[in-house]
């Protein structure tokens, strides 16, 4: 096993935690009610969504976790920890630097790293943590719910529950489907111990990344992977980007058409949110461009559009096909043109 000393885990969870700030203040009665009301949302948005997506969830949920920012940076820390083991092995497999060199790397590296995840600790409303080597969980970051809710201006208890629509697909997703989680974790894993440099390689992709770093920023980019994939690579990236577009469309499609059945002011709170993500500002979406977060939201868009389409052509029974098996996944042609997965999956009959 090498040591895996490239990345300082601890030191990204501790200053994850510093430089991330607490939200919005609140009295402890106020939070702990904020905490009640979306558990109790998350309960109540799981039968609607399994039925919308018709979607048999009749195995463990897993928990669901209501958390702080600096809970969420230690989760996802621990997350990537398991996802990049792997990747940092192949990195270290032949330790060239000395053990103060390797010390110094670590901490920069952890450093960084936290600096990662105290900016994104403060976008996130809700995520279904898959936890690769551990148990996955629905967690719900409070202070992010109360801050958006207070910013748009809208039903706090129609929000919270509006939140938990799109995560709790996410959760039924990878319930009723035994293979999705090992078919994500172990894609997304394979390609990345791929696209890791070994230590020779290092020096070299640093230059690289600087020559080529403002083609990051270029519209359409999917980040600072887009420095380091080869054209077989990027196919692959393709690939892996079509299945998380298939997933986020599919969320965003099941909540919609809930929506209007259990959340009185959705079309306020639709509207005053798309407002928000389309009001960033430059230096927000510099950011989010730089680490692939924009083509995050092109991927709600495009497999919207994928699922949407096709359920139009052979319904939701027809679609949740999809679920059948790994080769039933959209190819990145397909979810552009939806027709093509229509005719590959369910003959000519729908041309």
């Known amino acids: 096993m090498a040591d895996r000393t490239y990345i300082d885990w601890r030191f990204a969870r501790s200053s994850g935690r510093r430089l991330s700030t607490a939200g919005p203040r609140l009295e402890a009665n106020e939070m702990a009610e904020v905490v009640a009301e979306l558990r109790d949302a998350a309960v109540r948005a799981h039968d609607p969504v399994a039925e ?42 032949k330790r060239l630097a000395g053990p103060v060199s390797r010390a110094v790397t670590a901490k920069v590296s952890g450093g960084e790293l936290g600096g990662l995840m105290a900016f994104m600790s403060s976008k996130v409303l809700g995520q279904y943590d898959i936890a690769p080597g551990g148990t996955p969980s629905l967690m719900l970051v409070a202070p992010n719910v109360v801050a958006v809710e207070r910013e748009l201006d809208v039903d706090p208890h129609d ?74 690579q990027r196919e692959r990236m393709a690939q892996l980007t079509a299945v998380m577009s298939l997933l986020e469309g599919h969320a965003d499609v099941v909540m919609d058409d809930v929506g209007p059945q259990v959340v009185p002011s959705v079309e306020t709170i639709r509207a005053r949110f798309g407002e928000r993500r389309d009001g960033l500002g430059n230096v927000d979406r510099l950011l989010r461009r730089l680490m692939g977060l924009e083509a995050k939201m092109r991927q709600y868009k495009d497999g919207a559009a994928f699922v949407r389409s096709v359920q139009s052509k052979v319904g939701v029974e027809g679609f949740n096909a999809v679920w059948a098996e790994p080769v039933n996944l959209p190819t990145p042609a397909e979810i552009q043109r939806p027709q093509l997965w229509v005719e590959r999956v369910h003959g000519s009959l729908f041309k």
Request: net charge negative; aromatic share 6%; glycine share 6%.
């Open 52 to 93: 919308t997506a018709q979607l048999g969830t009749d195995g463990d949920l897993g928990p669901v976790h209501i958390v702080d920012r600096a809970t969420w940076i230690d989760v996802n820390v621990v997350s990537l920890e398991g996802m990049l083991a792997p990747v940092v092995d192949k990195i270290t497999a």
């Open 159 to 232: 929000f919270r529950l509006w939140v938990c629509l799109h995560e709790e697909t996410h959760r039924v997703q990878f319930t009723a489907v035994p293979w999705l989680r090992e078919h994500v974790v172990s894609g997304a894993r394979d390609l990345l111990v791929e696209m890791a440099p070994t230590p020779e390689e290092m020096a070299e992709r640093v230059g690289e990344m600087a020559k080529r770093l403002p083609e990051v920023f270029r519209e359409g980019s999917m980040g600072l992977t887009d420095l380091f994939a080869t054209p077989e």
